[in-house]
C-alpha cells in the first residue's frame, strides 16, 4: 500500500524528525514476548475529537514527536504497534496494541500516552486487556492436524489488521471437555487451509474485559480471511458464540511514525 | 426528483466551480468496478456537527470544491457516490459509498475525505466493507429461474437508495448447503416480481464487519420495494436473520455535486 | 387543554406574525391526502440543543417565522403537524410528522425545515418513513366486525398523540396467511370497543425503516386509550410483536404555531 | 440523614427566600390525588450538565428560587415532588414526580420547569407517564389476605425512594385472567412481610411508556427493601418480567427546597 | 508495581501537601465496617472531562487536596478508596469504593466530592450501590469444605482490583433453595483453588441497582484470577447469569493520593 493521503505535505520532514526517537526503542526483546505465553496485552481503540484537526500543523508534529518519546521511555518494558483504523471502523481512528510481562506495564505506556498532547485528543471507544497462553486444545488433536497446525504464515509485512473479540456462551462453557475438544477440532480444520495466508493470535480475556478471547488477524489477502470467517462459522462451534465482533475492528498496518504522520500532516 | 431545497441561491455558481474538478474523475473503469466480482466496497453513512453551518456560505462552497478535488484525485482507482440521508435517516445526512480493487485504496479515500474542511465537520455512524463475489446460490436454482434473473432492471437514474445490513444466525451457517439451497430458492423466487422496478446488489462482509452481507437496492418505485421486503420477510431464510437492518439507510440518489451543493448552500 | 406555559409572554403579538404565513398554506388536499392509500408519511422525533435557549427572545421568534415560512412554500405538496413531546417523552420536544405522495417531497420539506435557525438547533433521535395503503385484514373479517369497524372516532380536536412503532418477528412473516387472519380477527375485535373514544391511523414502514409499522393515536382519553393497549397486548398476536414502542412517543396536539410559541417565548 | 453536604454557606439565607413561595403552594388536595385512581403521575429522571457549576452561586440561588415560584404558580393542579439521585443512580442528579389530574397539567408543569434557568441545564435521560387504578387483583384475593393488605406502612417520612420501571412479557398479558390471579396471590403473599417498612405504590403506564408498570418505593430501611425484592424474584411471575428496573433510580427523599440547596450552594 | 507516570515531576511536593489532610482521616473502624455484614458499599465508575487537562497544574494539584479535605471530613463515617482504571478500563478513568453503615452517608459523601473542582469535571459512567450480609449458602456446605473456606488470602497490598457486577436469571430466584444450594456447593468447589491468591468479597444489590451482586477482587497474580473465572464459568450456575460483567471493571491499587497524583501532576 503506498501512503498517498491527501496532504503529504510535511510528513518527510517529521519523518526525520521521529528517526531519533524510534532508535531508543529497543529495550525489550519483542519477538519472545509475542511468541512466548504468559505476555499481557491491551488492546484500546481510540477515536480522536475534533479539536485535534484545530491544532496548527507544527503543534500537532511536536504532539506526534512527543508520543514517540513517550513509547520509547517505555520501550525497556513494553512494545506498542498501530492499527490505521481512521475510514474503515466507524467512530474509531486507531487501534494500539500493547504487550509486556504485566498489565501494570501496559498501564503506565497508555496512562503516559493519553497525557500526551495526542492523547489528550483521543477518547478510548472499546479497551480490551488478554493474556496469551499455551493452546488448550492442540494436545487434543490427531497428529496429522498438530504437525500441519505448525505451518509458518507467509513471512513479509501485511496490509491488514482485523481483531474479532469473542464470548462464549454458558453452555460451551459447562459442557464436557471431550465435547469442546471435539468441537475444537472441528474449528481447527475449518482453518487449516488460511494459516500460510492469514496470521492468527489468540488471547484469553476471562476476568480481565466482557469477553472470553480476543482473536488477532494479520492478512495480505482480504478474501482469504473472508474465506477463512465463513468456515469458521460452519462448524458447531459456532452456534457457542454469545459474541462474535460487536465491534469487529479492521484497519491497516503501518510502522506507528507513519500513522502518527497521518495525524500530524 | 426536482431539487427545491429551501436555499437555491448559491448552487449556480457552485456547480460552475465544480465542473473542471469532476472532469478529472474518468480514470478507473466504473462500469467494470461495479460488476466485477473482488470489488472491495466500503459504505459509511455520516453526520454533520452543527459548527459546520456556522461557516458563511463562501467558507462552505470552497470546502464541498475541495471534497470534489480530493475525489477527482483518486478517481484513478475509486469510484465514490453520495446518498442523501438528510431528513429519511435519523441522525444521518450522507451516505459515501467507495469502490476499488482494494480496501486500502477505500481507506485513502476516506481518510483524504476526512481530512478536508467538509469531512472534518462529518462524524461516521456507520462502517460496513463489504466485497462482491459471483453468486453463491444461483448454480443450484432450476433453469427457468435462472434465466428470469437475467432480466435487466429498467435502465436510467433511480430517485432512491436503500442499504439494509443483513446478519445470519449460526443455525444457517451451521446448516448444510442443500438445505441453505433450498431456502435461497424460495428467497430467489419471492424475489422475482421485483426484478424490473427494483436493482440490487449483494456484498459480503463476514469478517471485515459486524454482519454478513450489505444488501444494497436502488429504485423508483417504493411500493413495489416495500412488496418486495414483505415477500422476502414471508420465506423461511427470514427466520435466520439475526439482523436484517438496525439501520436501514434510506434516501435519495443525486451527483455527488448536487448532494454537496445542499450543504454548501 | 389551556396553554398556560410559565413564559406567555410575546406569544400573542409572534402569532399575528404567524397569521399571514399559514394563510398561504393551503395547496394540497390535506383530507384526500390523509385518507388515501399511497400517502408517504415520516415521522421525526426532534430534541432542541441548549443553544436554542441562549438565543434572545426576538430571535427565537423571528426563527419561528422562520420555520412557518418554509412550511408555507411547501405547502401545495406537503402537509406538516406538529405534537408536543418535551416533557412528556424523554430527550425529546417535538414530534414533526409530515405527508405527501412522495418520500422525496417530505425530504425535501425536512431539509429545509433543517436548514432553518430553529432546525439547525434540533437533533433528529427517531425518523421513520412508511406508506398508507388499504387495509390488509378486513376482506377476511365477519361482515358484522366490517360494519363495526366502520364507527367514526368522535369529531373534533384531540388533546394527546401516541405513536407506537411495531415490528413482527419472523414466525408471523412466514405463518400462513390465514394464521395472520385469525390472530388479526382476534386483534380487531379487542379493539372494537376503543372506535369511538381513540382515533386509529397504520403506516407500512418495512424497508423504509427499523419497523414494519409505524402506528398513531389521537385521543381525548387516556384511560380509554390505556385499557385498548392493555386488550392488545392480550391477543395472541402480541406474541409476534418483536417490537412495541421502543420507543413509545406522547405529547400534546395543538397546531403548529402554538408549539412553535413555546420554544419562541 | 443530617444534611452536611460540603459547601453549606448561604443555605440557611436561601431557604429563608424561599419560604414565602411555598406557602403559596397550597392549592390541590394533596392526599386525595395521591390516594385517588385516575390520577397521572410522570416520573423524570434528570441529569445536570457541566456549565451549571459554572454560575456563581447568587445565580444558582437565583435559579433556584425561580424553580419554587414556577412550583407554586402550578400548584392548584399539580403536585410536585422530588428524589435527590445524585451519587446513587448514574448519570442523574434528581427525579421529579408530578402528580394532577391529567396528563397535560403534568406536561404544562414541566415545561414550564424546562424553561427556568435551572431547568434548561437539566437534560431528562428517563421519563415516564402512569395512571393509578383501583387494584386489578385484590378482589380475587382469599379473605385474610386482604385484611392483611389493609396494614398501613410505618408514618412519618421515609430516608429513601426507589423507583422499578416494570415490563410484563406477551406470554403474561396473553395467559388466561384466572392464572395472573394465581401468580399475583403469590407475588402479594410475598409482599405481606415488608407491608409496614416499605410503603408501595403501583403506576400503570401501558401506552404511555416503553414499560407497563412503575412501582415506586419508600423506606428507611434498606435491608427491608433488599428483602422485599429478593422475595418478589422468588415468585412464579417474576419469569414473566421482561422488565425489572433498567434503570432502578434510588435516592433519598427530601424536601424540595433542601434538595434544590443541594444544587445552589 | 513502580509508579513511573510520564510526568511526575510535581508528585513529590504535592504528596507533601496532602500529608495533614490524610492525617484527619482516623475516625470511622475501617477493619470492622469492611467485614461486617449490613455495611452499605456505592462503586462509582468515573470518567474525567477534557477540559480537566486544561487546568494548569497548580490549579489541578490544588484540586486533589480539595478532594482528600473532603475525604477527611467524612472520614467519621465512610471509608473511600480508589481503583486507578485509566487505560484499562474503557471510558472510565478511576473507580471510587465507599463503605459506610448507611447509604444515605455514602451519598453525602459522593455530593460533596461530585461539588469539588475535580469532581465537577468527572461524570459517572456506572454506579451501583449494595449491602454486605452473612454468607448464604455456607450453612448448607460440608464441613471440610466450610473450614477450607477459612482459608485466608495471602496477606499485603495487592495490585489489580476487578469488580464483576452479576445479574440471575429468573430460573435461578424461582427456583427451589435446595436446587441453588447444589449449584452453590460446585460454585464454592469451583473457587477454592484461588482462595490463597485472589480475595473476594461480595456484596448484594437487589432493588439497589440493575444487577444482583457486585463480586469485587483483588489479586497480584491476574493469571490465577483468570484461571478462577474460568473455572466458575464451568459451573452449572453459570447457565443462570443473566449478566456477568458488563463491564467489567478492571484496574491497579493505590492509595488514594497516589491516583490523585496521576491525574493532579
Chains 1, 2, 3, 4, 5 share one sequence.
Request: some cysteine; hydrophobic content about 45%.
Amino acid at each position: 500500500m503506498r501512503l498517498s493521503w491527501g496532504c503529504l505535505a510535511g510528513i518527510a520532514i517529521w519523518l526525520v524528525v521521529l528517526g531519533t526517537a524510534r532508535s531508543a526503542a529497543a529495550g525489550v526483546d519483542r519477538d519472545k514476548l509475542m511468541s512466548d505465553p504468559g505476555t499481557y496485552a491491551t488492546f484500546v481503540v481510540y477515536e480522536l475529537d475534533r479539536d485535534w484537526w484545530k491544532l496548527a500543523r507544527p503543534a500537532r508534529a511536536k504532539a506526534a514527536k512527543e508520543v514517540t518519546d513517550v513509547f520509547g521511555k517505555h520501550a525497556d518494558k513494553v512494545v506498542v504497534d498501530m492499527v490505521l483504523l481512521r475510514g474503515l471502523t466507524d467512530r474509531a481512528d486507531l487501534l494500539v496494541r500493547v504487550h509486556s510481562t504485566a498489565l501494570a506495564h501496559n498501564q503506565e505506556l497508555l496512562v503516559a500516552f493519553g497525557a500526551t498532547t495526542f492523547g489528550r485528543h483521543l477518547a478510548s471507544r472499546h479497551t480490551w486487556s488478554a493474556v496469551t497462553k499455551k493452546p488448550n486444545y492442540v494436545p487434543s488433536l490427531p497428529d496429522d492436524m498438530k504437525a500441519t497446525l505448525k505451518t509458518q504464515p507467509e513471512p513479509g509485512p501485511k496490509a491488514y489488521a482485523i481483531l474479532i473479540p469473542v464470548k462464549k456462551d454458558a453452555a460451551w462453557w459447562v459442557a464436557p471437555q471431550d465435547q469442546r475438544n471435539a468441537m475444537m477440532k472441528e474449528h481447527t480444520a475449518a482453518s487449516l487451509a488460511s494459516l500460510v495466508p492469514v496470521k492468527r493470535k489468540l488471547y484469553h480475556a476471562s476476568g480481565f474485559a466482557d469477553v472470553d478471547f480476543i482473536t488477532y488477524f494479520e492478512t495480505s489477502k482480504l478474501d482469504e480471511f473472508n474465506n477463512l470467517i465463513i468456515n469458521l462459522m460452519k462448524v458447531r462451534e459456532n452456534r457457542h458464540n454469545a459474541q462474535f465482533g460487536g465491534p469487529v475492528v479492521i484497519g491497516t498496518i503501518h510502522p506507528v511514525d507513519k500513522i502518527l504522520a497521518v495525524f500530524a500532516s
